[in-house]
């Protein structure tokens, strides 16, 4: 049997990292194989191609250009990790994907959605998470979060309240259109309950499977 793939999306500081541990553990427990990974990155090439994207100093750096490394970090994703760890029946659980593009470049950056599914349906061919888990929050609350854990910031995080602002509502969009892929979390409330959520809907994924086994 084929394995599951989920991804993990939303603004900065909404809790992705967190639950990505969270969701490793909960079907670790259950019996399931798998493993967890990230975008940009994910492979040796992936993480050269995330430091260049999250370089601070690259502040000369075209839509374009960006757009392009977020999908060759993807193809080799794909190629070298998703899709051979799938077609061992392994699941894949990935911090981003394809629907932090349309997000990030396409709402906040402005480049055209048809010229990213374009790229998407040659890189991808037709594969897409079973489910996506988006974290959605007031940009605020998410902006204090990261404040408060500290560290350096990078690239992205050097964007205006507005540009967030768009990411988030293109996430939302993006769920509205298709409620079956997608499981919208509040974000905002406590990680207990987020968590619940999110057990909810890998309780009905796993029991889904068992009936189509
Ligand atoms: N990007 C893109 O533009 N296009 C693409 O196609 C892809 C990516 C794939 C890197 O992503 C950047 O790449 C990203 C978009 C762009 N830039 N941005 N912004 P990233 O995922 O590596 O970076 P990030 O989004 O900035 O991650 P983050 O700031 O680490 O956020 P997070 O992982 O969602 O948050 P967290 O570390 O789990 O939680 C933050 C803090 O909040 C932490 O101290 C937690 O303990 C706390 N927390 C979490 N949940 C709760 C709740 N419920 N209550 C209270 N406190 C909480």
Redesign the pocket.
């Known amino acids: 049997m084929l394995g599951q793939f989920i991804t993990?999306e939303?603004?900065?500081?909404?809790?992705?990292?967190?639950?990505?541990t969270f969701i490793k553990e909960w079907l670790e427990n259950k019996g399931v194989e798998l493993i967890v990974t990230?975008?940009?990155?994910g492979t040796e090439i992936g993480e050269a191609i995330?430091e260049v994207?999250?370089n601070k100093d690259y502040t000369a750096m075209q839509a374009e250009t960006?757009l392009l490394l977020?999908?060759a970090?993807?193809a080799q994703h794909l190629q070298e990790k998703i899709l051979p760890a799938i077609k061992q029946g392994k699941w894949v659980v990935s911090?981003?994907?394809?629907?932090?593009?349309y997000?990030?470049?396409g709402a906040?950056?402005g480049m055209s959605f048809e010229r990213i599914a374009e790229i998407e349906n040659w890189v991808q061919q037709g594969f897409y998470p079973n489910t996506t888990f988006i974290?959605d929050?007031p940009i605020e609350i998410?902006m204090a979060?990261?404040a408060?854990?500290g560290g350096e910031t990078?690239r992205?995080?050097q964007?205006k309240h507005d540009f967030?602002e768009k990411?988030r509502s293109a996430y939302l969009q993006r769920a509205s259109m298709a409620p079956e892929r997608y499981a919208v979390l509040d974000?905002?409330?406590?990680?207990e309950?987020?968590q619940q959520s999110i057990v909810n809907r890998l309780e009905e994924m796993m029991q889904s499977m068992e009936k189509t086994a």
Do not use: H, I, W
């Not at 990230?38 to 990155?41: F, M, N, Q, V, Y």
């Not at 974000?187 to 990680?191: E, V, W, Y």
């Open positions: 993990l939303g603004t900065e500081g909404a809790g992705k990292s967190t639950n990505l990230r975008e940009p990155g995330r994207l999250l960006e977020m999908f970090a993807r911090d981003r994907f394809t629907d932090a593009t997000a990030y470049q906040a950056r974290f929050l998410g979060r990261v408060s854990r990078d992205f995080e964007e967030f990411v974000a905002s409330q406590s990680l309950n987020v």
